[in-house]
């Protein structure tokens, strides 16, 4: 088996080990932590965190010397793209100094009952290759809040309103937790943060969201699909970070009600119709709430589509929207785990670089078409040249062609050594 196959036979071990754990600390989690499931009209108690929860402890550890601060001048991606935050718009500095913490929620919200083979809430082991997308998405959710200390939700929806395309239920939802919150950041099943060392107060940081701003979306790709009736570019309600106030609350009133054609006429017509709540926020809500902050755009770039996709649309560079190419999800989740254990396996190797690595000291000359050369500790291997084989020989390679069995690689005092044959 070559090296590559045993790379990618370890890779897929640690994967497998890694979503193991995740899959069957599902149920311990559930019952454990502050990370809750809702079911509207029976809501199951509500109990803490668990700080002795093995897995998120290793993330953490993992994490320790890899945490971007909150204040970071910039963050680089692996494309070696880097991204800096603004000039403070306040003379105290970025508004996001110090954690959120469980102010914040982290939101996801469903209508299924994810409960088959590879589901979310089935605590029945599936392999990676059986798992659904939807629970992979939600585990980097779940997982990007433990380890940033955010509260997280996922809150299952019946079709109480069978008028509505499923996932008008979202609003709802969103405006219920903004009663608890000071932010609810709402994350459809497709979205993933591929840098899970990266915290949102980084992220606000970067964006500049201030107290003002009722939501935050990610703008859609420039596709004649993803414009509304007035030519403006549609936003993307599949990642929306909301602030607590009450103006937000009518927003969102506002917003939940638009398909009752009361306030909005018209507005019924995208209860059913793509892209639903997207479309009736597009089309009408933005409109209304107009003050200059109440809505911020950020770059589609940044928050919306994914690597996959980047020839055509937007690559999702800091926040991951896999809305075209939702398969790779769970591809997309096992990178966002793995690429913290490479880098821990990286930083072990070097802890015990001494008792791992040593230098081989060459006494002799290379065989016939190479040389073979100690450089600043280093064996370097090289084309031979007119210059002489052997310390204070003229000889050149046609002297010595015929003559490729007169020397031998033998190992003495720990060192591998060329030798002439005697």
Known sequence: MCWKEILTSLRRRWVYLTVTLYIVSIPFVMLNTDSRVFQVGDQKNQLHYDHRNAFASTFHRLLDHTRLPMTADNFTIP??????????????????????????????????????????????????????????????????????????????????????????????VIKEKLRHYAFVVFTDADILFPYLHVPLEWLFNYWDIQSNNL??????????????????????????????????????????????????????????????????????????????????????????????????????????????????????????????????????????????????RLTGVAPDTQSIVVNDGNIVITPYTTTSRTPGSTDTPEDLRGQEDSFKLEEFDGMLEVRPFA
């Not at 800096?84 to 299924?112: A, E, H, N």
């Not at 996959?308 to 800091?318: F, R, W, Y």
């Open 79 to 172: 494309s070696g793209e880097t991204f800096r935050l603004p000039i403070p718009s306040s003379p105290t500095g970025f508004r996001f100094q110090t954690p959120i913490g469980k102010k914040l929620l982290i939101l996801d919200v469903d209508s299924r009952s994810m409960n088959e083979t590879g589901g979310l809430l089935n605590s029945t082991w599936a392999t990676t290759e059986r798992i659904q997308w939807e629970t992979s998405g939600r585990l980097n959710h779940y997982l990007f809040a433990q380890i940033h200390g955010y509260d997280y939700q996922f809150v299952r929806v019946p079709n109480l309103r069978p008028e509505l395309w499923g996932t008008w239920s979202k609003v709802s």
């Open 215 to 360: 939501v935050t979306m990610a703008m859609d790709p420039l596709d004649p699909l993803n414009f509304d009736m007035y030519g403006k570019v549609v936003l993307n309600t599949g990642f929306l970070i909301a602030q607590r106030s009450p103006r937000a609350h009518e927003l969102f009133e506002a917003w939940e009600t638009c398909p009752k054609d009361e306030r909005y006429p018209g507005c019924s017509y995208w209860s059913f119709n793509w892209s639903h709540e997207q479309a009736a926020f597009a089309n009408y809500i933005r409109y209304d709430f107009n003050w200059p902050d109440d809505v911020k755009a950020i770059p589609c770039h940044e928050a919306n589509g994914n690597p996959e996709v980047a020839n055509i649309t937007c690559a999702g560079k800091l926040v991951r929207h896999y809305w075209a190419t939702k398969a790779a999800v769970t591809s997309a989740l096992e990178e966002s785990i793995m690429q913290y254990f490479i880098h821990d396996l990286f930083d072990q190797f070097h802890d015990n670089y001494d008792n791992i690595v040593s230098t081989t």
